[in-house]
């Protein structure tokens, strides 16, 4: 009874209040619910604390979560209560518009899906409100007339109110509008209220991890165009009606996919295409530097694939002049010549509007169209298509019918060869002829005998007369062959190559192993954990055996075996300051036969995807021909190889298919390109000196550290692309209607599963459903069992988790299925859960009922219903059936199939849940690039259908015909595109790429033409109050942060395969680099990870993230465990320590749900003396890698991301060397003289050159080079510590300059008497002229502009010695407004101040520095490519922490205390870390610099500050502190006194240099 006087008095009060203090992110969970409770035990509820109340509601149902949704609705249910008032405040903050729209049943594109709960609960409260009170809306207001005057009253305005009066529309209409922080949150909840950002991605089961980046989908292909099966195949294409089963990952690209199907399916094998590929003989095609002529081209008869035979005409890869080498055209990008000459001059002017810088990067050769090699006449044109026809369906009758035109003999036709065909020929001296070819004996006039006279038995073959004289010439084409290349020798990837050490043979080998042992397992630790992988199957005791005999017989031996050079070359360079080590070939050795990968030895199927050996590379390829000698065609050039092969890494974790498979069956996974799928360490791929002019390859023909030949530059393309076959695709199914494929049963967990539509036999225990009939109403289905054990039936959820050949988990023993079992007679749901009433015989019939709305689950036995419901009081948005158990059993989801009824009339039949796509007006092309999840969901969105795992695909070939050819060659000589003929066949799915930000110059678009475009296709008008919102916003540059758009990238962001695949809405990236700030800095970081650098770096950041999440604390207990065993000295501890810290390694790289890969990455050694000269190399080599740069010094042995950020970090300070600026003036000067770096408070600044200065083309080289390396650090996380000034990074988001941006009086740069001109012209702007001139000629003038109490004087005083210079005292002239640099330059006075200012401000940050900016931009696009508009992401003053770290060096003593690590038996609370921390908390900040650079090579520290330095301290013996760099390490001794420790650690801190490395 005194609940209600309590909540009235105290609780509402109290809790309105903080809860409008905090922000709604903050607020406490409990609060709120306890507010919620007061409210509904209060009556009434308090007049004073409605319009408080109101605003929580209002809050809580803008959220994003459900939960909060709900109580917000259990909120304005009890206000509604509360009377008119109540209503009419709800009505004024827009809370009754919003709940129609939560009410509604959502769109299926609009996720995360409403809980049916939340539906309810909005409809009941619909019906309680009187519609009058839904429509009424607010009276107009005289506001909008008088906005001036009524500025207070506007800001007192209910978001809802100001959209109704259309505010933002006219405060849009107002220039130089001023903006407060109070109009500022105004717009921004006007925002929030209303946007319909969609939210839909790739529909992912909850708590998912990176196993769902390896789940794959089960693609079911069919040919949208079939023809009749062919009795000559052996087995049906895809034209023929033949399914093909691809299980194909979400990473795979579509460009794979393509390809695979293109030869799997047979779609190449079609007389159109093949009259293509006959017209393409004797025209001249190249690729890069490499020029072909098409000679002929080959059907090969198992896949029916075209293949072309090249003659080279360059020399290139081909092994001799006289050569044919086999391609498929239709894999490879090829240009074709065009029939005129390509002169220098037309390529100049083709590319005129082309920078010069860019030009540098290509090769622009003239090219002359020889006359055709070969030239066939129409009738040899079809003569040879015919004979290609036939060729698929007749093995050999290429060359037979050769020899026998050859020989003019007798034909004996017969189906196929056997002997006594072979008997007859030989009695008859003729040859054998396949029956396929009897239209090309009747050709050239072959004559059949009258065999009538013949047993019945003899018909099996027939005889064929030659003519006396054959009517036609024999053509070329019947003589060519196919001649397949010869295997790849062994190469550098090949693992064959061993690791040598060498020690001295008097030496016993007790004595000298003891002391290298560690280092040679910390070596071979850097290639891999496991023994078996280094080439000991049986463990370290056979290696130890093996070397110490080898040691005792010849003073050497391999510690490592079968590994590739790369993978060995490492070790060996751990191992080459410890003793004495070389890389050896032992092709006798190899123990992974294939590569570790090589886990399937089965034969490989045609059409299976494989890898193979080309040039020196293993390359996907699909296997095209059987035989002695098997054919592989590669996937990315077409290439036709011989050799060994070795199989893709199989799939280690789940799987989720449906069985068994359809047809032929094809598997294919991602490939990341440099991210090595299991690898549990980086390999190097490329070694190169940076003094050196390129980088090649690793190849055991070079020295270890490896001399990179020159390499040639790209060469510019020339001529047409040649077009080649593509597929477009379109969902089909999800319903058991005529025309589409029925539904199937899809495998959740386990396996052994023998699948027939909706009926299924199960030989263990398995999980299966039907995911395509999720359902959020009222539905029901019967289970009809044949046979059963240990049955779980029922329903899961869409959070419901698949684990393909995982059986331990079925329906019930999770939170997100429910499951009955009456063999047992129990329920389940989180595991146990009750006992069911019912027992099951084994052949039965349950009934499952299912009703959201009420959220309850009804079962029945045979037709006997359970009451009360067996499940209540669900929560979820939809269900679909599932079932676990061994058993026989059928779903049965159509009413006619059922034997008993459900409870009631209003339980549909489940079928009525099929969702059947919605037809494309065509089938959708996608770029190559895109991967498969994105492609899957683009056709989700576009078809209205959820995405399941279990595709059904429709695909249509698009093969380009003869008259796409001849539209290439038309006679104008216009670029048709290919695309362009089938543009009526199919639709092009494009991708933006951040497009909208950049050209494909890299510079940045008009800013009023990127925000126009945005919001207009965002839907955001001018004439919508949230389009007019964003735009003042954006035109006062605003850094208002948005809670809700937060959470909804937040949520976003935890989809892993939305997030890598590019699969987020296109808001995110538009909104987000329109306005930056409204979106958390967190989540927009994530984006720049896995949109900016491409799909390895995407893979390897979310890993980094999943492995510190999972793995963090474990990990550093194994390193301290390390640390202790070092500080102890105890070999044997230590030997343990790493054991455990090895094996903890191997878990990680062995889990599915944390682990894909490892990075690959390039090694480059680096001159410290020349190290701005080798990075700019590094630059230049490592711009088109796809693995990470790891940078080694020159007779140093330290390794590692420390020594790269050492690397970056000297490469700023040669930057800011007074010498170098000199030298080279990329930099503004500093006034201070003294010191050998360039010392500005301000930071740098680009030093502004005329464009006639002969100092500019070198300039723009640095920046470029800049830009590049820039680039490379922050893909990699590294910093590059340039003091670089915010006006810098402004300048290169092309922002629009200010004059508050010139150098001011105090910044310590030269030109800062510009910036003292500027705010003394913004300060006379308005005045009297009389005014002015005092103004002018005031003797305080110096003292108050020049901000120096040392000088004096009047402006006039100042001006009178000032020109239109660079500085105003020295430099180029200024020009003038018309551009024109006048040969004697203006003097400053009062009368020409507006004039020197504008043309300061246009040299200093326009006009003197463009082309520098546009350099450093070109140097961001050469590594990033056009997702270098990622970067727009961010706001001036976060991109500079982003590349340079954080300029103020500040911590607390919390932070100190959170974020220094302790290892090695340490403790937080120890002497020595209390004296540190309170050391380090007053240093200043050059001290704090020294400190960093001491103990992590990087003298800043790193975005988002100590908590990601990831410092650790570990105890040593010694006076002096140490430090690890590369591991970010910090050694400090156990001093007696923090005197001490301070005098010791200044002490190191100031003599330290470059490197640090606590081993030395």
Not at 22 to 41: C, F, N, R, T
Not at 1195 to 1200: P, S, V
């Amino acid at each position: 009874d005194a609940l209600p006087i309590l909540a009235v008095t105290a609780l509402l009060p109290l809790a309105a209040a903080i809860l409008r203090q905090a922000s709604p992110k903050s607020w406490d969970a409990d609060l709120v619910q306890v507010l919620v409770l007061g409210a509904e035990h209060a009556a009434p509820l308090p007049s004073e604390s409605l319009e408080s109340l109101v605003q929580v509601c209002r809050s809580l149902l803008l959220s994003f979560e459900s939960a909060s949704i709900d109580l917000g609705l259990r909120l304005a249910s009890c206000l509604c209560d509360a009377g008119q008032a109540a209503l009419e405040i709800l009505r004024r903050h827009g809370v009754l518009k919003m709940l129609p729209n939560l009410a509604a049943t959502p769109e299926l594109l609009h996720q995360p899906p409403r809980p049916q709960h939340i539906r309810q609960a909005a409809v009941r409260l619909l019906a309680r409100i009187p519609a009058e009170e839904l429509e009424r809306q607010g009276s107009t207001s005289f506001l909008v007339e008088n906005l001036q005057t009524c500025w207070q009253e506007i800001l007192h305005l209910t978001p809802n109110e100001l959209i109704n009066l259309r505010v933002p529309q006219a405060l849009l209409s107002i220039p130089d509008l001023p903006m407060t922080q109070e109009l500022e949150q105004l717009l921004l909840q006007v925002i929030e209220e209303e946007e319909q950002l969609p939210v839909h991605v790739y529909r992912e089961r909850q708590d998912v991890s990176l196993r769902i980046l390896t789940e794959p989908f089960w693609l079911f292909c069919r040919s949208a165009s079939t023809r009749r099966k062919d009795d000559g195949g052996a087995q049906a294409c895809m034209l023929q009606g033949g399914q093909y089963v691809v299980q194909a990952e979400p990473l795979v690209t579509m460009g794979s996919l393509c390809q695979l199907l293109l030869v799997a399916g047979g779609f190449l094998w079609d007389e159109s295409y093949i009259r293509f590929c006959v017209k393409l003989i004797g025209k001249t095609i190249h690729q890069g530097h490499s020029n072909f002529t098409i000679e002929g081209v080959i059907v090969l008869h198992d896949s029916g694939v075209p293949v072309h035979l090249l003659r080279s005409d360059s020399g290139g890869i081909a092994s001799g002049p006289s050569a044919l080498e086999p391609f498929v055209l239709a894999l490879g990008d090829w240009h074709l010549e065009e029939d005129i000459v390509i002169a220098m001059e037309e390529c100049s002017e083709r590319n005129e509007d082309i920078h010069s810088g860019l030009n540098n990067d290509y090769t622009l050769e003239a090219a002359v169209r020889d006359a055709p090699a070969v030239m066939l006449d129409p009738g040899e044109e079809e003569l040879y298509i015919q004979l290609l026809m036939l060729e698929r369906k007749a093995a050999g009758l290429r060359e037979s019918m050769a020899k026998l035109l050859e020989q003019r003999c007798v034909a004996v036709v017969a189906r196929e060869a056997n002997e006594i065909v072979d008997a007859i020929a030989e009695s008859v001296e003729g040859l054998f002829i396949s029956e396929e070819g009897n239209s090309l004996l009747r050709h050239f006039g072959w004559q059949q005998q009258d065999m009538n006279d013949l047993d019945e038995e003899d018909h099996s073959y027939m005889l064929w007369d030659p003519p006396d004289q054959i009517s036609a010439s024999v053509p070329h084409f019947f003589h060519l062959k196919l001649q397949p290349p010869a295997p790849d020798p062994p190469g550098p990837t090949d693992p064959i190559w061993s690791v040598i050490i060498s020690f001295d043979a008097d030496l016993p080998f007790e004595l000298v192993w003891p002391s290298v042992e560690l280092d040679v397992k910390n070596a071979l630790t850097s290639v891999s954990n496991k023994w078996s992988e280094i080439g000991w199957s049986g463990g370290e005791q056979e290696m130890l055996a093996t070397v110490h005999q080898s040691v005792s017989a010849n003073g050497e031996a391999a510690v490592a075996r079968g590994l590739t050079y790369s993978a060995a070359s490492r070790i060996a360079d751990r191992l080459g300051g410890t003793v004495t080590c070389r890389v050896v070939a032992e092709p006798g050795t190899s123990i992974q036969s294939g590569g570790t990968r090589n886990k399937d030895s089965t034969k490989t199927a045609l059409h299976n995807l494989v890898e193979v050996k080309i040039d020196g590379d293993w390359t996907p390829a699909i296997r095209v021909q059987d035989g002695a000698l098997p054919l592989y065609a590669s996937l990315q050039s077409g290439k036709l190889a011989t050799g060994n092969h070795r199989h893709p890494p199989i799939f280690d974790g789940p799987r989720l298919y449906p069985v068994p498979p359809v047809g032929a069956h094809v598997q294919t996974r991602a490939d990341l390109q440099s991210l090595e799928r299991g690898a549990e360490n980086s390999r190097i791929t490329r070694r190169f000196n940076a003094d050196c002019p390129g980088g090649s390859p690793a190849s055991p023909s070079f020295s270890p550290v490896l001399a990179p030949e020159t390499s040639k530059r790209p060469l510019m393309p020339r001529g047409r692309l040649l077009p080649k076959p593509t597929i477009a695709y379109s969902l089909s199914g999800g319903s058991s209607g005529s025309g589409s494929a029925p539904i199937a049963i899809s495998l959740l967990r386990g396996k052994d599963v023998r699948v027939d539509g909706c009926s299924w036999v199960s030989s263990s225990w398995t999980t299966v459903g039907l995911p395509e009939l999720s359902s959020t109403g009222k539905v029901y289905y019967e289970l009809h069992i044949e046979s059963h054990d240990t049955p779980q039936i029922g329903w899961a959820s869409e959070k419901f988790r698949f684990f393909g050949d995982t059986w331990l988990y079925g329906v019930g023993d999770d939170l997100e299925s429910w499951g009955v079992d009456g063999a047992r007679m129990k329920i389940w749901h989180g595991g146990e859960a009750g006992s069911f009433p019912a027992s099951w015989d084994a052949q039965t019939v349950v009934g499952c009922a299912a009703d959201l709305a009420a959220g309850t689950l009804q079962f029945s036995t045979n037709g006997q219903w359970i009451s009360p419901p067996t499940f209540q009081g669900l929560k979820c948005a939809s269900l679909y059936p599932a079932v676990s158990g061994q058993m026989k059993a059928s779903f049965k989801i159509h009413p006619h199939e059922w034997h008993f009824a459900p409870p009631d009339n209003s339980f549909a039949p489940l079928s009525a849940c099929a969702r059947c796509p919605q037809s494309l007006p065509a089938p959708v092309r996608f770029p190559d690039e895109w991967v498969l999840a994105k492609g899957l969901q683009h056709l989700a969105e576009r078809q209205k259908v959820d995405l399941p795992t279990t595709v059904q695909l429709s695909c249509r070939a698009l093969l380009p015909s003869v008259e796409v050819l001849e539209a290439e060659y038309s006679h104008d000589g216009s670029m048709t595109n290919a695309s362009t003929v089938n543009s009526i066949m199919a639709e092009d799915a494009t991708d933006e790429h951040f497009s909208f930000v950049l050209d494909a110059d890299g510079q940045p678009c008009s800013r009023e033409a990127l925000v126009e475009a945005t919001l207009d296709c965002l839907g955001f008008a001018d004439s919508t109050a949230a389009g007019a919102s964003l735009r003042l916003l954006w035109r006062a540059e605003s850094e208002v942060h948005s809670l809700r758009l937060s959470e909804k990238l937040q949520d976003l962001c935890s989809h892993q395969v939305a997030l890598v695949s590019g699969s987020m809405p296109s808001w995110v990236l538009r909104l987000g680099t329109l306005l930056p700030h409204l979106f958390d800095r967190q989540c927009r970081e994530v984006l720049l990870r896995s949109a900016a650098f491409g799909l390895p770096f995407a893979v390897s950041d979310r890993q980094t993230r999943e492995v510190d999440r999972r793995y963090s604390e474990v990990m550093k207990a194994a390193e301290e465990r390390v640390a202790q065993a070092k500080n102890i000295g105890d070999q044997r501890t230590l030997s343990q320590a790493y054991e455990h810290l090895f094996e903890l390694t191997k878990q990680i790289s062995q889990d599915p749900e944390v682990w894909i890969g490892s990075m690959t990455s390039e090694l480059a050694k680096v001159d410290r003396e020349k190290v701005w000269e080798e990075a700019m190399v590094i630059a230049d080599c490592c711009r088109d890698s796809t693995g990470v740069v790891e940078v080694q010094f020159k007779d140093e042995t330290g390794f590692g991301r420390g020594v790269t950020q050492g690397f970056f970090s000297d490469v700023a300070k040669e930057l800011q060397r007074r010498s170098h600026n000199a030298k080279i003036p990329m930099w503004a000067e500093c006034l201070e003289t003294e010191g050998e770096f360039l010392c500005s408070r301000r930071g740098l600044m680009v030093q502004p050159l005329a464009a006639t200065d002969p100092r500019l083309p070198e300039v723009l080289v640095q920046f470029r080079s800049l830009g590049r390396l820039l680039a490379l650090a922050l893909r990699e996380s590294f910093v590059v510590p340039l003091p670089l000034s915010v006006t810098v990074l402004r300048q290169l988001r092309g922002q629009s300059a200010r004059t508050s941006e010139l150098p001011q009086p105090g910044d310590g740069l030269a030109g800062e008497f510009l910036g003292a001109c500027a705010r003394f012209a913004d300060e006379l702007s308005g005045l009297e002229q009389d005014e002015r001139r005092q103004r002018a000629s005031d003797h305080r003038w110096a003292n108050d502009y020049l901000e120096s109490a040392d000088k004096s004087g009047s402006f006039l005083d100042w001006a009178s010695s000032a020109e239109f210079l660079a500085t105003g005292f020295s430099g180029p002239s200024l020009p003038d407004p018309s551009g024109a640099v006048p040969d004697v330059p203006r003097k400053v006075d009062l009368d020409s101040l507006d004039d020197f200012v504008a043309a300061a401000t246009a040299f200093w940050l326009d006009t003197g520095i463009r082309e520098q900016v546009r350099e450093l931009r070109r140097g961001l696009h050469d590594v990033l490519g056009p997702r270098a508009g990622a970067l727009w992401l961010f706001s001036p003053l976060e991109l500079r922490e982003l590349f340079c770290g954080e300029e103020a060096i500040s911590w607390t003593s919390q932070d100190l205390h959170d974020h220094l690590h302790c290892a090695g038996g340490l403790l937080r609370d120890d002497e020595v870390m209390v004296w540190l921390r309170d050391e380090l908390l007053e240093m200043s900040q050059a001290l704090r610099s020294r400190f960093l650079d001491f103990a992590t090579s990087c003298p800043r520290l790193p975005p988002g500050g100590l908590a990601n330095l990831r410092l650790t301290i570990s105890p040593r013996e010694g006076r002096y502190p140490r430090s690890r760099a590369c591991a970010n390490q910090l050694y400090l001794p156990k001093y007696e006194s923090r005197k001490e420790l301070r005098e010791m650690l200044n002490e190191a801190l100031l003599a330290s240099e470059g490197h640090h490395d606590a081993d030395q």
